[in-house]
């Protein structure tokens, strides 16, 4: 009897033995797909250093020539002791940082033109999200490179500089917003029939953002109606904490950040919006990325 039990609890010892290398395995062949694929996108980035050049000097002149275009504004219409370059700073780095991020489908678009992304869907993947994960990180990565410049910039220019733990709320703030519209932006690369169509959605939905929310102007500044419209814009929900932190230096989680029409907007509630919208988004994006993916 004993002899017929033994190879049986061997049996299972070694089946669950297996299952955990099997999970351990799978982590691992996951992150390094998800590595690879970053590192491809980067060596592309290396073959064509136009594109980040490019994505660090536009804000930077959007952050000079606005600068210097209101620099003779009425005293008091951007806030006390406030010059308009201190006003700009966090409408370039949220909106340079939202443009990215909306690109972000456009790589894989492309693999799916040239039919490198079939090769891919075929291939034996240890998670197609390897490729999801991938762009995410590299959008991420050149997000935070803008960032970092405009940040340096504007101190340059007499913006100033948030302290150690106001940068890491921007930072936390940029994060969210990039992680949200990068998912929105790789849905549409996997519903959209091609990157003609992708690009128009980018050209009508970038600008029109932009003037619809506090990037450039205060919202005393704006009509009644343009003000809700502002207010409920998810790029506000990022500008205007962002702007808090580089204006107060004494600031917490209940400071409020923006007084909109319907009521005030708390640092602490920005940063729940922000969240909500990613869990949002990547919620919305699940089924279409199953279906394509399977």
Not at 235 to 256: Q, T
């Amino acid at each position: 009897m004993s002899s017929t039990l033994s190879p049986k609890s061997n049996v299972s010892f070694e089946s669950g033995q297996v299952s955990e290398v099997s999970s351990s395995g799978f982590l691992g062949e996951f992150v390094q797909e998800t590595l690879a694929l970053t590192r491809r996108l980067f060596i592309q980035l290396q073959r064509r250093p136009s594109t980040l050049i490019a994505g660090v000097i536009q804000p930077l002149i959007w952050l000079i020539l606005f600068g210097a275009l209101f620099q003779n504004a009425p005293k008091g219409l951007f806030g006390e002791n406030t010059n308009y370059g201190q006003f700009l700073a966090a409408g370039v780095i949220v909106f340079t940082a939202f443009s990215g991020a909306l690109n972000a489908g456009l790589p894989v678009m492309f693999d799916r033109e040239f039919g490198f992304l079939n090769r891919l869907l075929v291939a034996p993947l240890a998670s197609r999200y390897s490729i999801v994960f991938a762009s995410a990180i590299f959008i991420i990565t050149l997000s935070a490179v803008q960032t970092i410049a405009i940040i340096a910039t504007s101190a340059f220019l007499g913006a100033g500089l948030p302290d150690i733990l106001g940068l890491s709320v921007i930072a936390t703030i940029i994060l969210l917003l990039v992680l949200g519209v990068t998912a929105l932006s790789l849905g549409l690369a996997f519903a959209l029939p091609g990157h003609i169509e992708l690009i128009a959605v980018i050209f009508v939905t970038n600008l029109p953002l932009l003037f619809a929310s506090t990037a450039l102007a205060p919202l005393s500044f704006m009509p009644k109606w343009l003000q809700v419209i502002s207010s409920l814009n998810p790029l506000s929900f990022a500008i205007e904490p962002i702007r808090y932190l580089y204006l107060h230096s004494n600031w917490s989680l209940g400071s409020v950040v923006m007084q909109a029409p319907w009521g005030n907007v708390s640092l602490g509630g920005t940063l729940l919006v922000l969240l909500l919208l990613d869990v949002a988004a990547f919620l919305s994006i699940q089924p279409l990325l199953r279906r394509r993916f399977a």
